[in-house]
């Protein structure tokens, strides 16, 4: 089982910054690509920011120069500064991990996700 918990998110204005911050735990052997997601209300979840384990990154277009995706292999956490924030940029934002594991046994991958945290941007 792997968990990963989301920190970060609330309320700022047009204009500022945050960052929001995922750590992932549990059996864990390695981590592929990790990734920010978020979901606005009435619309689908969409791709924010993505990092391999060697640490090429990938953006929405909308994020380009805004938003930095970086992350820690050594502790399993992944981090999304978020800066130049628009109210369009309102939802909830998910972690999400393509996790391999090894029970002694078994290996298996697996992609999980975060229950998410909430960044309301207000004009």
């Known amino acids: 089982q792997v968990l990963l918990m989301e920190s970060g998110g609330g309320l700022v204005q047009a204009g500022g910054s945050l960052r929001l911050f995922c750590a992932a735990s549990?059996?864990?052997?390695?981590?592929?690509?990790m990734g920010w997601y978020r979901q606005a209300p009435g619309k689908q979840r969409e791709l924010v920011a993505a990092i391999t384990s060697g640490g090429s990154t990938n953006y929405a277009d909308s994020m380009k120069g805004r938003f930095t995706i970086s992350r820690d292999n050594a502790k399993n956490t992944v981090t999304l500064q978020m800066n130049s924030l628009k109210p369009e940029d309102t939802a909830v934002y998910y972690c999400?991990?393509?996790?391999?594991?090894?029970?002694?046994?078994?290996?298996?991958?697996?992609?999980?996700w975060g229950k998410g945290t909430l960044v309301t941007v207000s004009s």
């Open positions: 999400n991990a393509d996790v391999l594991s090894w029970d002694g046994s078994t290996w298996s991958g697996m992609d999980y």
């Open positions: 549990g059996s864990i052997f390695s981590i592929n690509d």
